[in-house]
């Protein structure tokens, strides 16, 4: 009788698990197979899009000069400093002047030498003319006598030899007078070269602009064409970005554009295309568009890295969906909706692309249930399948932050 019982136990056990396993296998189908699969909601709404094309690149000025001195020398002052703003004209270097001066003091000297001079040889030129006008009347009248009998011709013969020699003397001082006046002109022109030489001494601005770098201080020997500091022009500034070769056919100059620094990823700098590139990079298939930047951020450098949005299309009141839920099956481009708790494919029609959304021109309609699963582990959905909204997002983003 207690055999009977044990082996009774045993079937009865066995029988249990069998019970079990099944009932875990049953479980494991329904939930896998039958159960409905947790979906995230998105309301299909109506909105303003923008399309824009990205590119990322630097922060350029298109006027920058090399500020460095015409001659060689010691500086002495350096003005100004690195984000020092200044204007056209502003001395921005000195150098040692002294032996400078000095060679202007001497050229003046010299000058001054020359004009006394000229006035000297004009003074002999007035005092040789008077002679020869003496002369000359001196010799008319005794030419007068000699042709009434009334002169000798020896008297004649000296008057004519005093006129020569008084025509002689107002050649020499007239050739005089120019070679003095020769001497005025080289002696201005040394002056010049001088005072020139002097005025390089001082380094000025040549336009107004902001101080990037300075590469030079008081004590360094500088010679033409050394750099002593790098001024950046702040009016024209732009973000040379490098843009996917396949969006050239949708940009043109003068297209509006937001531009991201790193600096402050969270605001938009307003711009617009100033230049397209007319190379693209063999490696990247990339190409270069300028664009310009209206404001700059309170601190920013020259190379900063910085992203721009090229708009290249606007529409309002356009049914809108986010990207992110656009779903590729057999190159068709499609979403799943909620229809009647279970998932239904639509393909879809796109327009208009931008950053977060994009245009739906056929397939949806305001109001609709676009679904995709809550859980992105779980796979994509399929057709027919049971789905429960978990929630709706139902929020449409115009353009999204960058």
């Not at 001497?106 to 002679?131: I, M």
């Not at 068709?332 to 950053?355: C, I, M, N």
């Amino acid at each position: 009788m207690a055999g009977k019982w044990v082996r009774f136990r045993r079937r009865l056990w066995s029988t249990a698990q069998v019970l079990i396993v099944l009932g875990v296998v049953g479980a494991v189908v329904y939930w896998t197979q039958f159960a409905p699969l947790p979906v995230v909601v998105h309301v299909v709404q109506q909105g303003e899009i923008v399309a824009e094309v990205m590119g990322t690149g630097t922060l350029e000025t298109h006027f920058s000069a090399t500020i460095s001195p015409k001659i060689s020398g010691l500086i002495t002052d350096v003005t100004v400093d690195e984000g020092d703003r200044v204007e056209r004209g502003q001395v921005l270097v000195r150098l040692h002047n002294v032996d400078l001066e000095r060679q202007v003091e001497v050229a003046e000297s010299t000058l001054a030498a020359a004009e006394a001079g000229v006035a000297r040889q004009e003074a002999d030129r007035t005092s040789a003319l008077a002679v020869l006008e003496k002369a000359r009347y001196d010799f008319d009248r005794v030419r007068g006598l000699l042709e009434q009998d009334e002169a000798a011709m020896v008297e004649f013969q000296e008057m004519t030899k005093t006129l020569r020699v008084a025509e002689a003397d107002v050649a020499r001082s007239e050739a005089a007078l120019t070679e003095a006046q020769k001497q005025v002109i080289a002696a201005k022109k040394t002056l010049e070269f001088q005072q020139a030489r002097l005025a390089d001494s001082l380094v000025l601005a040549p336009f107004d602009g902001l101080i990037a770098r300075r590469d030079r201080d008081p004590g360094n020997v500088v010679v033409p064409g050394s750099s002593v500091l790098l001024l950046v022009a702040t009016d024209e500034t732009w973000i040379s970005a490098w843009v996917d070769e396949t969006e050239m056919a949708r940009l043109v100059v003068g297209q509006p554009a937001r531009v991201a620094f790193r600096s402050e990823p969270q605001r938009a700098y307003a711009g617009e295309v100033a230049r397209l590139g007319h190379e693209v990079d063999r490696e990247t298939r990339e190409f270069i568009v300028d664009v310009r930047v209206r404001e700059l951020p309170t601190n920013w450098a020259v190379g900063q890295r910085a992203e721009v949005y090229i708009e290249t299309g606007r529409q309002a009141n356009a049914v809108c969906l986010p990207t992110r839920l656009i779903v590729w099956h057999e190159g068709q481009s499609g979403v799943f909706v909620e229809v009647d708790g279970r998932a239904e494919w639509r393909p879809l029609q796109l327009g208009l692309r931008g950053r977060e959304l994009v245009e739906v021109v056929e397939g949806l309609s305001v109001g609709e249930r676009v679904i995709a699963p809550a859980d992105p582990k779980v796979g994509g959905l399929k057709r027919g399948q049971r789905v429960s909204a978990e929630g709706a997002e139902g929020r449409i983003v115009s353009r999204g932050e960058p």
